[in-house]
T-cell receptor, first 111, second 116 residues
Framework: QKEVEQDPGPLSVPEGAIVSLNCTYS??????FMWYRQYSRKGPELLMY????GNKEDGRFTAQVDKSSKYISLFIRDSQPSDSATYLC???????????FGSGTKLNVKP | GAVVSQHPSRVICKSGTSVKIECRSL??????MFWYRQFPKQSLMLMAT?????????EQGVEKDKFLINHASLTLSTLTVTSAHPEDSSFYIC????????????FGPGTRLTVL
């Protein structure tokens, strides 16, 4: 069983839509939950970072963690064409000695 | 966020040659750096964890003698792909961990290796 499972998509939405991206993870020991955005042929960039359960909001982005169901989500409000990219979730244990990445969901926001 | 650079961004080489990729943390010191490999439309696969001043820790299935890692300073780690073959062609990405309350990991822009 993979540590992190993520639907690869692709996900295509019209501009202005609300986007929901999700991952599930297998090990309850994971404490840190991250979302990265990766544009084509570039390295990933950190979008959101959450410790333990709860919500975290940053502008149009909201990260949500439900540790009881081992489910993490990223919501994008008022999506823009510039949001078109691959979004990777990642989890890490308390000591950050290793990150586990989902396979990434490719998002396309159509103008 | 912090800046991590990689050099070169793209390299094409002949089969049998060795290729060195550099990863630098430009505005912070990183005792730990990570090397990943990413195939098209797939996620990042951790190859090894590079620790400054000590030997790298390789993931299962990654050949130590093929992928040589040297973390000689707190801002530089290098990955050398020795005797490269076409199946080594991939996107190699490094990341550097910035110590602190958040222990964030910052990624380099990646190096596209093509072995002919």
């Amino acid at each position: 069983q993979k540590e992190v499972e993520q639907d690869p998509g692709p996900l295509s939405v019209p501009e202005g839509a609300i986007v929901s991206l999700n991952c599930t993870y297998s090990n309850s020991a994971f404490q840190y939950f991250m979302w990265y955005r990766q544009y084509s042929r570039k390295g990933p960039e950190l979008l959101m970072y959450t410790y333990s359960s709860g919500n975290k909001e940053d502008g149009r982005f909201t990260a949500q963690v439900d540790k009881s169901s081992k489910y993490i989500s990223l919501f994008i409000r008022d999506s823009q064409p510039s949001d078109s990219a691959t979004y990777l979730c990642a989890v890490a244990p308390y000591n950050f000695n290793k990150f586990y990445f989902g396979s990434g969901t490719k998002l396309n926001v159509k103008p | 966020g912090a800046v991590v650079s990689q050099h070169p961004s793209r390299v094409i080489c002949k089969s049998g040659t060795s290729v060195k990729i550099e990863c630098r943390s430009l505005d912070f010191q990183a005792t730990t750096m990570f090397w990943y490999r990413q195939f098209p439309k797939q996620s990042l696969m951790l190859m090894a964890t590079s620790n400054e001043g000590s030997k790298a820790t390789y993931e299962q299935g990654v050949e130590k003698d093929k992928f040589l890692i040297n973390h000689a300073s707190l801002t530089l780690s290098t990955l050398t792909v020795t005797s490269a073959h076409p199946e080594d062609s991939s996107f190699y990405i490094c990341s550097a961990k910035r110590e602190g309350p958040l222990n964030e990991q910052f990624f380099g822009p990646g190096t596209r290796l093509t072995v002919l």
